[in-house]
């Protein structure tokens, strides 16, 4: 897994074979992994080395897995939850103070490993102020969909 220890969550595969022979380790790879120790689950993140070819020197591959503890299918830490609320007032359409949206920053590969991405904002919710209230201001600053959403998990 991608902690600091470098936790391995699957004994290591090994195989003997020849040279020049083709080899395909795709099976080997599940797409998400119970860990035992803890009980959380584990997706693919991402893998090194080639998974497919020819055999022409000893084959190495290490698969990363990161936690997926809502168990979604997304790594953790490609998902980000940004939540507005207003004050002396509520969202337009909505009768709360407090509207919530998650984004993944990152996009899957068809070999199932992710590749990080920059997202931005999108449907920000219009605040409507009380009755005997005026608009107010945005804390820290007004957001725009050329906002930037950045992980304050990590």
Not at 3 to 26: F, I, M, N, Q
Not at 34 to 54: A, F, M, N, R
Not at 134 to 144: F, V
């Amino acid at each position: 897994m991608d902690d600091e220890k470098g936790t391995a969550l699957k004994a290591p595969y090994t195989e003997a074979t020849s040279y020049d022979a083709a080899y395909d380790l795709t099976e080997q790879i599940p797409a998400e992994i119970v860990y035992d120790e803890d009980g959380q689950t584990y997706v693919l993140d991402s893998i090194k080395g080639e998974v497919q070819g020819t055999v022409k020197e000893n084959v190495e591959i290490t698969a990363v897995y990161s936690l997926d503890a809502n168990e979604d299918g997304t790594p953790d830490k490609y998902e980000a939850t940004v939540t507005y609320q207003v004050v002396n007032g509520t969202f337009e359409g909505e009768e709360n103070t407090t509207v919530s949206q998650t984004y993944v920053l990152a996009e899957q590969n068809t070999d199932g490993t992710w590749t990080a991405k920059d997202k931005t904002l999108s449907d920000i919710p219009v605040p409507k102020a009380n009755e005997g209230y005026e608009g107010g201001s945005w804390t820290p600053t007004e957001p725009t969909e050329e906002t930037k959403v950045e992980d304050g998990a990590k």
